[in-house]
């Protein structure tokens, strides 16, 4: 489930703003590889829900499978290096290696406070 930087495609997505999507993040020896349906679907609930993260490990051969979302990206443009897709439980997800994403100005921002 390595990604090739060969493979990896520069993607522009205007109009994120409140755009839904989910992760899947596969812990392996080696590392964690992140996995987003940003510019596939808007992660559906009954994909999302119904997704076995035990069966996902051992299809992946993964120390854990963990499930990230379903969130909103907050910002109004960006753009992601995408890798090779990949399907989890019948919904595919590409990795994302290196993204920029931009703010609009006077558009609300959240900030989490950490206490």
Avoid at 53 to 76: T, Y
Avoid at 108 to 113: K, L
Wanted: hydrophobic share 35%.
């Amino acid at each position: 489930m390595s990604t090739n930087d060969d493979k990896v495609e520069l993607v522009t997505l205007e109009n994120a703003r409140n755009e839904r999507y989910g992760e899947i993040f596969v812990i392996t020896q080696s590392g964690v590889e992140v996995y987003n349906t940003t510019g596939v679907n808007d992660c559906p609930a009954e994909l999302w829900d119904a997704l076995d993260l035990e069966a996902l490990k051992q299809e992946h051969g993964a120390l854990s499978v963990q499930k990230n979302g379903p969130h909103f990206w907050m910002m109004d443009w960006q753009q992601p290096s995408m890798g090779e897709k990949a399907s989890f439980g019948g919904k595919i997800y590409t990795p994302a290696k290196k993204q920029e994403m931009i703010y609009s100005k006077g558009k609300p921002v959240m900030e989490a406070s950490r206490e």
